[in-house]
T-cell receptor, first 115, second 115 residues
Framework: AQSVTQLGSHVSVSEGALVLLRCNYS??????LFWYVQYPNQGLQLLLK??????LVKGINGFEAEFKKSETSFHLTKPSAHMSDAAEYFCAVSVRGFGNEKLTFGTGTRLTIIP | GAGVSQTPSNKVTEKGKYVELRCDPISGHTALYWYRQSLGQGPEFLIY????????DSGLPNDRFFAVRPEGSVSTLKIQRTERGDSAVYLC?????????????FGPGTRLTVL
């Protein structure tokens, strides 16, 4: 079985500062990794995903994440925070193979941007 | 185009009652998922449909929960003899086809409150 740990349920950064949201995963087989964002009263939206190939993945809204197998991590970063980035962020893992379609999510990190 | 829609957006019921939650996936999407998100938690997988059949129902918590997708499009999640612990946001997602590599598009959810 796979699992995800998100360190820090709440993160606050100043507008223009670096955003770093941490995600560590556990999986016995090569994982697929995802970051989703949830704005208030909206559905989850995919930010980016890692499946195979390049370990640095770029997503929407200037976010990127790097898959580090040795550290079992998939941290999300953005060089300069905007007020519109305030939301809840979820890291999720799945695994390859038939019958492994479900996503296993972390508990989420609420990002607050300080003006 | 239209996204995933869920009805109702809010449902308040009394303990012991029966409820039905509806999901309309994106047209043409063959895969459909139900997740449950409790307060302060990430979404938890309930069930996955490929076409009309439930390909993975390992996340259903007990036999009070049941879901159908009779024509391979709309799905209904049914909860019998509701309990206060069933209170959560129920999320539906669809993807073009099965397999975790394919993006799951989420609806806004149905907030269920059991009094």
């Amino acid at each position: 079985a796979q699992s995800v740990t998100q360190l820090g349920s709440h993160v606050s950064v100043s507008e223009g500062a670096l955003v770093l949201l941490r995600c560590n995963y556990s999986s016995s087989v090569p994982p697929y990794l995802f970051w989703y964002v949830q704005y208030p009263n909206q559905g989850l939206q995919l930010l980016l995903k890692y499946t195979t190939g390049a370990t640095l993945v770029k997503g929407i809204n200037g976010f990127e994440a790097e898959f580090k197998k040795s550290e079992t991590s998939f941290h999300l970063t953005k060089p300069s925070a905007h007020m519109s980035d305030a939301a809840e962020y979820f890291c999720a893992v799945s695994v390859r193979g038939f019958g492994n379609e479900k996503l296993t999510f972390g508990t989420g990190t609420r990002l607050t941007i300080i003006p | 185009g239209a996204g995933v829609s869920q009805t109702p957006s809010n449902k308040v019921t009394e303990k012991g009652k029966y409820v039905e939650l509806r999901c309309d996936p994106i047209s043409g999407h063959t895969a459909l998922y139900w997740y449950r998100q409790s307060l302060g938690q990430g979404p938890e997988f309930l069930i996955y449909f490929q076409g009309t059949g439930a390909a993975d129902d390992s996340g259903l918590p007990n036999d009070r929960f049941f879901a159908v997708r009779p024509e391979g499009s709309v799905s209904t999640l049914k909860i019998q003899r509701t309990e206060r612990g069933d209170s959560a946001v129920y999320l539906c997602a669809s993807s073009l086809m099965g397999g975790a590599i394919n993006e799951q598009f989420f609806g806004p959810g149905t907030r269920l409150t059991v009094l």
